[in-house]
């Protein structure tokens, strides 16, 4: 039981390249969600997936698209990236969308 | 707009000292004070709380939520360098959680 797992673990990218940021989870969890978290602002929620087929915007979801492909995988994709994208994105899962989350390792972004 | 707010920002106590981390929040449709402890890279969890006065227990750490005074408290008994970590409180209104900004904890041995 693995958890909530993310790839990559660790990228670098140059300003305007795209990337996919891949997160699993084998809790049988219904919502998952996608956070950044920067110095001193805490973490900020970008999408979240209430229900598998379903997205929605959180606080910051500009420059961002998610895809909720099933029930266990939810990607954050970036299109154009940009320097202010720089942060560290958690993904979480729970079993519904008003109960606890679990949060993956994080994967840590720099954009050069 | 709902905000969440942690004070203090950090704190450096010694092994064996008792501390008292703050959370108040300010949200509307309130279901739920989650705290969570993060060391170098994800949150773990530690407690969710949804109503007053009922002290949740785990260990040195106990929590506390006081839904009319819109605040939580989080306390760790015989600190030990291992609970050193940010402290995360977030509240879930609605369909997302609100984080505060976190409690920097350093425990000196």
């Known amino acids: 039981n693995a958890g909530v797992t993310q790839t990559p673990k660790f990228q670098v990218l140059k300003t305007g390249q795209s990337m996919t940021l891949q997160c699993a989870q084998d809790m049988n969890h219904n919502s998952m969600y996608w956070y950044r978290q920067d110095p001193g602002m805490g973490l900020r929620l970008i999408y979240y997936s209430a229900s598998e087929g379903t997205t929605d915007k959180g606080e910051v979801p500009n420059g961002y698209n998610v895809s909720r492909l099933n029930k266990r995988e939810f990607s954050l994709r970036l299109e154009s990236a940009a320097p202010s994208q720089t942060s560290v994105y958690f993904c979480a899962s729970g079993r519904e969308w008003r109960e606890t989350q679990y949060f993956g390792p994080g994967t840590r972004l720099l954009v050069l | ?109």
């Not at chain 2, 773990?44 to 106990?62: D, H, N, Q, W």
């Open chain 2, 1 to 109: 707009e709902d905000k969440v707010v942690q004070s203090p920002l950090s704190l450096v106590v010694h092994e064996g000292d008792t501390v008292t981390l703050n959370c108040s929040y300010e949200v509307t449709n309130f279901r739920s004070l989650l705290w969570y402890k993060q060391e170098k890279k994800a949150p773990t969890f530690l407690f969710m709380l949804t109503s007053s006065g009922i002290e949740k227990k785990s260990g040195r750490l106990s929590s506390i939520l006081d839904k009319k005074e819109l605040f939580s408290i989080l306390n760790i008994t015989a600190t030990q360098t291992g609970d050193s970590a940010v402290y995360l409180c977030a509240v879930n209104a609605g369909n997302m959680l609100t984080f505060g900004g976190g409690t920097r904890l350093m425990v000196k041995p």
